[in-house]
């Protein structure tokens, strides 16, 4: 990686990226696409194979849908998600690289997932008490790929300028919501040829977690 700025904060998303997630994202995204079809909130011919899960809830908020059935459908994700927790393990290497970073940078987790959910998971893992922030979906005004979960937590580091941050993810939404907010993003064990589809243009590529030192210092 060419690029030569001190960097001072690492954001990092949490499943598949930090911890190796047990959460069963597939039948979670049916369970609310079953959800909001029930209650007439997307027809039965929505594409659902085409979304995350992310992208169908935003989707459906842009269609209108109603606070209640919001609150509904973030507590039937919740019950995934609190279980996908439960003997949840860090990806390799994680724990290492935490320890290295913590004393040099600001270190912030931002993830879809419910707050209560992502606190759980760091805590079991051990990891919690690395991070300056733990940013869930309810900081955010909307799911990434929305920069919303970044440019909160730039609110709260306003003395760190985004060009002085870099993130870390496993996913597009991760990158497209980075993108976004300003910050260089490098991708997790995903090709380039997925994020290119995506319209997210990684400064970076890992495939292990400990390679990271190599394109920030």
Partial sequence: MSDQTKRKGIIFDMDNTLLQS??????????????????????????????????MIEYARAKGLSAEHYEA????????????????????????LLEALAERYMLVVITNNSFAAAVKALELTGIAGY???????????AL??????????????????????ISIGDAWIDGRASQDAGIAFISYRTSDDVMRAKRVAPVGRLMELKDLHALIE
Avoid: C, N
Wanted: hydrophobic letters at 40%; glycine letters at 8%; charged letters at 30%.
């Fill in 22 to 55: 047990r959460i069963d994202f597939k039948a979670m995204k049916m369970d609310l696409f079953r959800y909001f079809v029930r209650e007439q909130v997307l027809p039965e011919e929505f594409t659902v194979e085409e979304h995350t899960t992310s992208t």
């Fill in 73 to 96: 459908a973030m507590k039937l994700a919740e019950k995934h998600e609190l279980a996908g927790m439960e003997g949840a393990g860090l990806e390799p290497g994680a724990r290492e």
């Fill in 131 to 141: 991070f300056d922030l733990t940013i869930g979906r309810e900081q955010m005004s």
């Fill in 144 to 165: 990434k790929p929305s920069p919303s979960g970044f440019l909160f937590a730039l609110e709260q580091f306003s003395h760190i300028p985004a060009g002085e941050w």
